[in-house]
């Protein structure tokens, strides 16, 4: 008898481990289904605790040429930069004046960090569950001109550490490729007058333009490439072609 009455007592104990695990699944997947996507991605796939951790104080957006969000600038000019799926997602966790925290990996020299999670003073975060390099967009924007000109407060630069146009000091976003950067350098630098013209966008987020023409004032203005697209002027390898016209000594 006593056989007889352990038996059916294992039978039910062994039914309650194994509907347990099914019990606790459906309780996580419901659990998962009701998750917000910035909630899904601050979970995110891979173990980021072993990426060094900043924090800094947020003072604008990167707005790119076509209204999205390629990341951010702290406080004492630190440029942290996000992969474009994530930008949006940055738009909507933190705000100007919000003091974040963040995982990535910073450049050996310059102002510039790669960041992989971002979590806001709220203490909701997002995370990137890949390695994806914004590069600049190689789109021709259609839209009317947009004019920029200030004081340059920031040299931009992209995650191989070239600069790639400039930050004024209103927070507008001047961006040209790296080849083209590299010709009018001097200009880009902190401090110096730009004036520039072309193509962008200007929204809620800031904004930004890709340059067809730029310079240290309206009437010194030059032709710059936009995207892949050959530079305006001599053709490459040509006696002229690195002569920034109106720069010539006399």
């Given amino acids: ?88 997602t940055l738009a909507g966790l933190v705000k100007p004046g919000d003091t974040v925290s963040i995982r990535g990996l910073k450049a050996r020299t310059l102002p510039l960090i790669r960041a992989f999670g971002i979590t806001s003073p709220r203490g909701r975060g997002m995370q990137d569950n890949f390695i994806s390099m914004p590069q600049q967009s190689t789109e021709m924007i259609a839209g009317p001109d947009i004019v920029l000109h200030g004081e340059v407060w920031l040299s931009l630069y992209n995650l191989d550490g070239q600069v790639t146009g400039a930050v004024l000091k209103d927070h507008s976003v001047v961006y040209l ?30 904004t930004a333009i890709d340059a067809r023409e730029i310079g240290p004032s309206a009437n010194q203005l030059i032709g710059i490439a936009v995207g892949n697209g050959p530079p305006p002027g001599p053709a490459p390898g040509s006696a002229g072609y690195d002569i920034i016209p109106g720069s010539e000594e006399h």
Avoid: C, N
């Fill in 177 to 206: 490729s790296a080849r083209e950067a590299g010709r009018v350098a001097a200009w880009l630098k902190p401090g110096q007058p730009l004036y520039a013209v072309g193509t962008g966008s200007s929204g809620e987020l800031g």
């Fill in 1 to 88: 008898m006593r056989l007889l009455l352990s038996f059916p007592a294992s039978l039910l104990a062994s039914s309650i481990a194994v509907a347990a695990p099914a019990a606790h699944h459906a309780s996580s997947s419901q659990y998962a289904a009701h998750q917000t996507v910035t909630e899904q991605q601050a979970v995110g796939v891979y173990d980021l605790s072993g990426l060094p951790q900043f924090s800094g104080k947020v003072v604008q957006f990167l707005p790119s040429p076509h209204g999205s969000v390629t990341g951010l600038v702290l406080e004492d000019g630190t440029q942290v930069l996000v992969s474009p799926e994530q930008g949006h």
